[in-house]
């Protein structure tokens, strides 16, 4: 279960490699280490130009940059540069129509590393649930626990019990591990009692000692 969690948590490695923006040219502010911890990054996990603020989150192709240079100039795009730069870089792939799972693992990333600015957007929200939706339903079965589990905790966190505990019987309905299952009651028990408590945050479950 540790390693499915890991998995869903891991963003992908092909980050756009570069010093100069591919669009428009200016400079290119660079992620945060890999190793940080959500408490300690204070910037994304992928490069983001300083001009335009576009995330460098994937390589892209040029046929891509042809179409996020569009996007960009678009008032969607301008009204949400002061969102999170996932936000920002969850906007632009479901406008690229690309990898059906990179979305959620983007707006997932944003839960952990950027809390101070997912959180309490309300699109932000609303868009991680509906991707957490499709997700559930691309996913197979033993990829179903962890995702039930997290989600369990992120509704705990934003205050909606009702739907926190609809994930939690899900997911205690489907595990199979005693002793992590024991440990997750934990988290969750815990994050119920205190929604700022660092049990709520998505990866509890797999850094727990």
């Not at 990333?109 to 868009?127: C, E, I, K, T």
């Amino acid at each position: 279960m540790r390693l499915l969690l890991a998995l869903l948590l891991t963003l992908p490695l092909a980050v756009q490699a570069a010093s100069v923006c591919p669009i428009g040219g200016g400079a290119v502010a660079q992620q945060a280490p890999e190793n940080c911890v959500a408490a300690a990054c204070s910037s994304p996990r992928f490069p983001q130009c300083t001009e335009n603020f576009l995330p460098l989150y994937k390589s892209f192709s040029e046929a891509d940059l042809v179409l996020v240079a569009q996007y960009i100039e678009m008032e969607a795009y301008e009204s949400a540069v002061d969102s999170s730069p996932y936000l920002l870089a969850y906007n632009i792939e479901r406008f690229l129509g690309g990898d059906q799972g990179l979305p959620y693992q983007l707006l997932l990333q944003g839960l952990l590393y950027d809390a101070a600015r997912s959180y309490p957007d309300p699109v932000y929200m609303d868009n991680f649930f509906f991707e957490a939706a499709s997700e559930i339903n691309r996913s197979a079965p033993e990829y179903l626990p962890p995702i039930y589990a997290m989600l369990a905790l992120v509704h705990l966190k934003t205050r909606n019990t009702e739907r926190a505990w609809y994930f939690f019987k899900l997911y205690a309905e489907q595990e199979t591990d005693p002793e992590f299952g024991a440990r997750y009651q934990q988290a969750f028990d815990a994050c119920q009692a205190d929604r700022n408590s660092a049990s709520c945050d998505p990866d509890t479950l797999f850094t727990q000692p």
